[in-house]
């Protein structure tokens, strides 16, 4: 009669239960990279014994490198900073900056509660007004807005005007990777346009807007419409320029196939052509967000949309003690904002596209 060790069975039980878990670690790395974390996964590793020497290794390269190289930045720029003389005193260092960012979030919460009363008392207002047999009224707050609501106008501005960049360029850019034609039409006016600078097209967007948006209750307010228009403008062309490339570079046997099948345009955009150029199509659009975002600044700046721009150039307008600070929090703000920007297409590019490129 054979027996089985026990022991056995529980090692090969432990060396399923490894398998997977590193399983699991695997798959959670895809996202780990999505998300800018790509470090999670050496560390996870480690911790379930994965060749820990290996593993040590890789956790130096993926977080203990950048983290020294964000220590000596914040060394060098705390050295360096206070013997940098502007008209505005020394230039802040990362205490400073960080003392202005906490200020930043305490005036917004005291101008969110100034909003809240001032709500509270119009509601109370039109309580007794009902009451008493009148229309109640409409007040409107008249209160500066918050960092965050700034920050807030920005993401919607610039998300705007990409979304109508993104309607104008995938189209323009499948039919110049399908048509010769259109291709050869479409050329020359990318090469003349795609250098051109937002602070070249913003007075030409804002003279068209003023004639055109003559209304004063629209959906949108004018600084809203030339700042977005000129982001579009601005961050329409890697998008085009990639798709064009992806749809011209699909399978010369595939599209033998659609004419096989005798495939009508739309089946063969929908079924062919937008499969097989998504890869390039999500990184033009990666480009182009990206673009987009530090287009938006200047047209803020310029056209008074009160977002980022407009914050950063009335501070510099303010010329206070803390005022070069508030503009450095904004420059760290913009520079996150922009990262977490990318890397929301990555994951949608992630989700709709088998690239691994990041």
């Known amino acids: 009669m054979t027996t089985v060790d026990p022991n056995f069975s529980d090692d090969a039980e432990r060396e399923a239960r490894r398998a997977r878990l590193f399983t699991r670690i695997n798959t959670a790395d895809k996202w780990f990279q999505v998300l800018g974390l790509s470090w999670l996964t050496p560390v996870l590793k480690a911790a379930a014994g994965d060749n820990p020497k290996a593993q040590a290794k890789e956790i130096w390269r993926l977080l203990a490198v950048p983290l020294l190289a964000i220590f000596a930045f914040l060394l060098m720029w705390g050295t360096l900073a206070p013997k940098v003389q502007t008209s505005l005193g020394a230039v802040p260092g990362p205490s400073q900056v960080w003392t202005e960012a906490v200020n930043l979030h305490k005036d917004a919460q005291a101008k969110a509660e100034s ?92 003279m068209i807007v003023s004639a055109v948006y003559v209304t004063q209750d629209g959906w949108f307010a004018k600084s809203f419409l030339i700042s977005a228009i000129t982001v579009t403008l601005c961050s329409l062309w890697p998008t085009l320029i990639n798709t064009s490339l992806g749809v011209a570079s699909i399978d010369k046997d595939l599209v033998n196939v659609s004419k096989v099948l005798k495939m009508n345009t739309y089946t063969k955009i929908t079924k062919l052509v937008l499969p097989s150029a998504l890869p390039l199509i999500f990184t033009g659009l990666r480009l182009s967000l990206g673009v987009g975002w530090m287009v938006l600044i200047a047209a803020e700046m310029l056209a008074q949309n009160p977002g980022l721009g407009k914050f950063v150039w009335d501070e510099f307008q303010n010329g206070s003690s803390s005022s070069l600070a508030k503009i450095m929090v904004a420059v760290f703000t913009i520079g996150i904002i922009g990262f977490l920007l990318d890397r929301v297409m990555y994951a949608l590019q992630s989700l709709f596209t088998f690239s691994n490129n990041r």
């Open 115 to 206: 909003k809240a009363k001032f709500e509270a008392k119009v509601a109370q207002l039109n309580e007794r007004l009902i009451a008493q047999g009148k229309e109640p009224k409409t007040r409107a707050y008249t209160g500066a807005p918050t960092y965050y609501q700034q920050i807030w106008t920005s993401i919607k501005t610039v998300f705007f005007g990409f979304l109508i960049a993104t309607v104008v360029a995938v189209p323009l850019g499948i039919a110049a990777g399908l048509s010769p034609t259109a291709n050869a039409a479409l050329n020359p006016l990318i090469q003349i346009f795609k250098p051109v600078s937002p602070l070249a097209w913003l007075p030409i967007v804002t």
